[in-house]
């Protein structure tokens, strides 16, 4: 069942797409909620079956879908609130991609890597994760493997810059 998320300025989009990338959503295109946003709409559509989203314009929220819920958010400090109700925007959330069990020596794996491979092997590693991700996807874990994909990037970006 989808949730409908009312956003009434850029501050509060920015927030709603930080809550919905710590918590593993994705647009119907696999990209990650903070890679791009979508001021032109303002109703965000989360679908709690599959963490995916979509959009629409409020006019078409009252015209199809007036019997459903809109929730208002608003930004507020470091989180959000949701009908009034604060939530903090933090990464509290266990996570598919690194349990706990992917760890060593109380270090995230991630953090191994780069001690462990010179620039270029880790380079190479970081893409070929990526590249085995997304290939595999359609027919084995789905959008489950598109966010170990994302991870693996992510880490790179962040290696980089």
Request: hydrophobic share 30%.
């Amino acid at each position: 069942m989808d949730k409908h998320y009312h956003v009434a300025t850029h501050e509060d989009m920015d927030a709603l797409m930080r809550y919905f990338d710590e918590r593993g959503y994705v647009w119907g295109s696999g990209e990650s909620p903070s890679s791009r946003y979508h001021y032109n709409y303002d109703i965000v559509c989360a679908d709690d079956s599959d963490h995916t989203l979509t959009w629409m314009r409020h006019d078409n929220f009252v015209e199809y879908h007036q019997d459903e819920t809109l929730i208002e958010t608003c930004a507020h400090g470091n989180g959000i609130a949701f009908d009034g109700v604060y939530c903090a925007i933090k990464d509290d959330h266990p996570s598919a991609i690194r349990p706990d069990y992917y760890k060593h020596e109380g270090r995230d794996l991630f953090d191994h890597f780069s001690e462990m491979f010179t620039t270029q092997e880790f380079r190479g590693f970081m893409v070929g994760n990526v590249i085995k991700y997304v290939i595999r996807y359609h027919s084995k874990n789905g959008v489950e493997d598109l966010r170990k994909a994302r991870t693996y990037l992510d880490r790179l970006i962040q290696s980089e810059e």
